[in-house]
């Protein structure tokens, strides 16, 4: 990816955690239901997506739990911190990620928010399936090996 691409694309928040606790099998961007308090509060890079996942309840999908702290300039039209957000999918793919909720019993687990290059809020989705703790810990040591790798051939060479 370029330099050009990269800048274009500026991720808002970003959850970490979810690739070490779920195995992400797909992902899916969607946009974002927004106020305009929202969207400037977003713009600051404040946003907090750790604890929020994704919902699908009549045939729509919602972002629930996430956090958007109050734009501190906007007065009496300010939004609530932590309401329930609509997400845009075309119908297919909210067909599909309904069904592999309901049916495979996976897990839509929000990665990221960021705004695109047109300057539109957008959210990465990644259908999941919750890792055990014998592979929470291979994830941890395959981490770690790579990380003592790069330390060792750093000082050899």
């Known amino acids: 990816m370029s330099k050009d691409a990269k800048s274009k694309t500026r991720a808002v928040a970003e959850n970490r955690k979810a690739r070490f606790s779920y195995e992400v099998l797909d992902t899916y961007e969607a946009g974002l239901v927004l106020t305009g308090t929202e969207v400037k509060s977003l713009r600051e890079g404040q946003a907090n997506i750790q604890e929020s996942y994704a919902s699908a309840e009549d045939g729509e999908i919602w972002l629930i739990n996430s956090y958007l702290p109050e734009y501190l300039q906007g007065n009496r039209f300010n939004h609530e911190p932590r309401r329930r957000r609509k997400l845009l999918l075309n119908k297919k793919e909210m067909a ?62």
């Open 96 to 157: 599909k990620l309904s069904q592999s909720v309901d049916r495979e019993g996976m897990t839509m687990v929000p990665l990221k928010i960021y705004f695109n290059d047109r300057g539109r809020a957008k959210l990465l989705i990644g259908l999941a399936r919750g890792k055990k703790l014998h592979d929470k810990r291979e994830t941890e040591k395959t981490r770690d090996w790579a990380r003592e790798k790069g330390r060792l051939l750093k000082d050899r060479g």
